[in-house]
């Protein structure tokens, strides 16, 4: 039986099925272990991990009278914080496939000038603000047009430009939130900029660190986890950021309950700003491929965040991150009523729950069929989304064709 409990609660004997929190926060190659040394404890309680799932079948079980949850519980909390959510999509100017093909090009072109900047700041050179403020601006325009064709294009970043392409999906995300949040234009664009600078702070991370393929050891894990407090060096040195900007850098690994890093805040001792830019650069992590770990989907992604919600995210900021990227998020693999699977397209105007999906494969026959766009909104009451599912379990590759409409050579949507 799974159990979710406090990491306060653990004991040697356990079997640890599963962290509750993004591999940012804790050290640990594996996250399905048996719990025999005191030296993994110790880590595990020393860690930002708050809460994790047992499996009693395979070890100790709780003490009586400790609070545990069940995965029907769990499940049903999130789901229910999800549902919580439900609103229009952000407007949109111009269709998905309309967008894509200029922010393609925004993507080449904001990586080489993300490489340009971060490598400056490892050679200890300043940072030019103006060319920081042209991109942002450059990338706030395409979110304007589209919120979500940038915003999922970065999010298939290889692991070898993560560093890179993860700042320029975060600043995305900070300003498709911001306009959520209904923030005046310029803190849209002060949230960009942050968004664009909070990681600078891995340029003082050895390469061969940062870009490990295998397990980090302890000083290495923690050697990562000063890059806040070196990117808030690298900022006040270039004397040309505000301190929205800079609190951002320091703070986006602050967590609700304050078990974050590098300062432990909690609650209202964190900025608007830095509660946004946590959300924001967790999804964009968890949804992305790493040199040690396959990004998640992006529609489970958001539920394994409603399930952290907690202690990690402020409540209010995490409802308007839905909002704003979908409780389906574009590029999301589902399944509907009828039995087909579909990749999600489109958010729609006027639900969240009921987006455009590309159908490609019944899963009752477990067979191709012809590709269709269903808008689910227009099929209430005859089909609709049931749940999520893996493209990795389904032996799916390339599913992000689908949503860029790029034809595939024969049968290399499936393994």
């Known amino acids: 039986m799974l159990k979710r409990i406090a990491v306060a609660d653990l004991r040697l004997g356990m079997h640890v099925h599963e962290l509750c929190g993004s591999w940012m926060d804790h050290p640990f190659w594996k996250t399905r272990f048996d719990l025999s040394s005191e030296r993994d404890l110790q880590r595990l309680r020393d860690s930002g991990v708050s809460e994790l799932w047992i499996d009693t079948d395979k070890g100790r079980d709780l003490e009586a009278g400790l609070a545990s949850q069940s995965v029907a519980e769990v499940r049903a909390q999130a789901e229910a914080r999800l549902l919580a959510a439900e609103a229009p999509a952000l407007v949109r100017r111009v269709a998905l496939d309309e967008e894509i093909g200029r922010a393609q090009k925004l993507c080449g072109a904001a990586k080489a000038a993300v490489v340009a900047m971060f490598n400056d700041a490892r050679m200890g050179l300043a940072i030019d603000t103006g060319h920081v403020g042209e991109l942002v601006e450059e990338i706030a325009a395409s979110v304007a047009r589209h919120p979500n064709a940038l915003i999922s294009l970065a999010r298939l970043k290889t692991s070898d430009e993560y560093t890179y392409m993860h700042s320029v999906a975060v600043c995305a995300l900070m300003i498709a939130l911001a306009r959520r949040l209904e923030l005046d234009a310029p803190l849209v664009r002060e949230a960009g900029v942050a968004g664009l600078l909070h990681d600078i702070g891995k340029m003082a991370i050895p390469p061969q660190v940062l870009n490990k393929p295998g397990k980090l050891t302890d000083g290495e894990f923690a050697a990562v986890r000063e890059h806040p407090e070196a990117g808030g060096r690298i900022l006040l040195d270039s004397k040309q950021v505000s301190a929205l900007v800079l609190d951002v850098c320091l703070h986006h690994h602050e967590k609700i309950d304050g078990s974050g890093y590098p300062h432990h805040l909690a609650g ?10 946590a959300v924001c650069d967790v999804y964009d992590a968890i949804t992305s491929d790493r040199p040690y770990k396959k990004g998640w989907d992006p529609a489970e992604s958001i539920r ?7 202690g990690h995210f402020d409540e209010a900021v995490f409802q308007a991150f839905v909002k704003s990227v979908g409780i389906y998020p574009t590029g999301s693999l589902v399944r509907l009523e009828s039995g087909r699977l579909g990749v999600v397209l489109e958010q729609h105007d006027r639900s969240l729950l009921a987006p455009q999906v590309k159908v490609f494969f019944s899963a009752r ?4 069929i012809p590709q269709e766009v269903v808008d689910l909104e227009k099929q209430a009451g005859r089909d609709r989304i049931v749940g999520r599912e893996s493209a ?9 064709r689908l949503w860029l409409n790029v034809e595939p050579a024969r049968g290399s949507y499936f393994g």
Do not use: T
């Not at 394994?304 to 907690?310: D, G, I, L, T």
């Not at 026959?365 to 191709?368: A, L």
């Not at 990795?392 to 992000?400: D, S, V």
């Open 365 to 368: 026959s477990k067979m191709p």
């Open 392 to 400: 990795e379990q389904w032996g799916f590759r390339h599913l992000e």
């Open 304 to 310: 394994k965040m409603a399930e952290w919600c907690a």
């Open 268 to 277: 209202e001792q964190i900025s608007l700003f830095a509660k946004m830019a």
